[in-house]
């Protein structure tokens, strides 16, 4: 098994190393600090397990994470960090890691976990998975206020019309002439226009682009 580990502080790279040393079936490993050094590696595509850090010196380790997801198919991703934040948790996971351990994972458990993501599962501290939870539930609720959000300014913005003008606005917005109108809805052409000004009352517009435009910007067009 060929190991890389992504780490810029050397303290944390030899304690991963000397780590790793001593597992049967690892034959080589690759230490790099920085984006940049891995991204010139030759032999991406041979690693069996990268583990990497996210705060480094050039950057987030999300770059490297996502470069070796598009080039290695087969190995597999770990992110270790003392970075808990559930935004960050959630783009190293989106960008191709398959766990998330802390630094401060002991040895053993250090062992277990990366066993665990090698029986095909998804390790992952126990402060981590609890900030991702987190992280989730206020995506979530996010979510459900914007979208309710949405939903009372498009009801609000439909209520400004009536229906028929509503239908009137928009056969006009595609090009109809009055006549057109007024033929396609089944009304008298005479109460064409009495409909538009009060359109263009309603959103205050003053002729029929403004009227289109506004219509848009509430949501009563497509």
Request: charged share 25%; aromatic share 6%.
């Amino acid at each position: 098994m060929i190991v890389c580990i992504l780490e810029d502080n050397l303290v944390m790279q030899h304690r991963i190393e000397n780590m790793m040393r001593k597992w049967d079936g690892v034959e080589k490993i690759l230490c790099v600090s920085s984006n940049k050094e891995f991204s010139e590696l030759k032999n991406i595509d041979d690693i069996d397990l990268l583990l990497a850090d996210l705060k480094l010196s050039d950057g987030l380790g999300v770059d490297s994470i996502t470069l070796f997801s598009r080039i290695n198919k087969k190995g597999i991703c770990l992110v270790i960090s003392s970075v808990v934040d559930g935004k960050t948790i959630m783009k190293a996971l989106s960008s191709g890691a398959v766990g998330y351990l802390h630094k401060d994972e002991t040895e053993e458990s250090f062992k277990n976990k990366i066993e665990d993501a090698f029986s095909g599962n998804s390790p992952m501290s126990a402060i981590i998975a609890n900030n991702l939870v987190t992280e989730f539930h206020t995506l979530r609720h996010q979510n459900i206020v914007e979208n309710s959000q949405e939903k009372d300014i498009k009801d609000r913005s439909q209520s400004i019309l009536t229906k028929k003008e509503v239908e009137v606005i928009n056969l006009i917005s595609k090009g109809f002439t009055y006549a057109e109108t007024a033929h396609y809805l089944e009304i008298s052409v005479k109460t064409v226009p009495s409909h538009i000004r009060s359109i263009y009352n309603k959103l205050q517009a003053h002729n029929k682009t403004e009227a289109v435009f506004e219509a848009r910007s509430l949501g009563i067009l497509d």
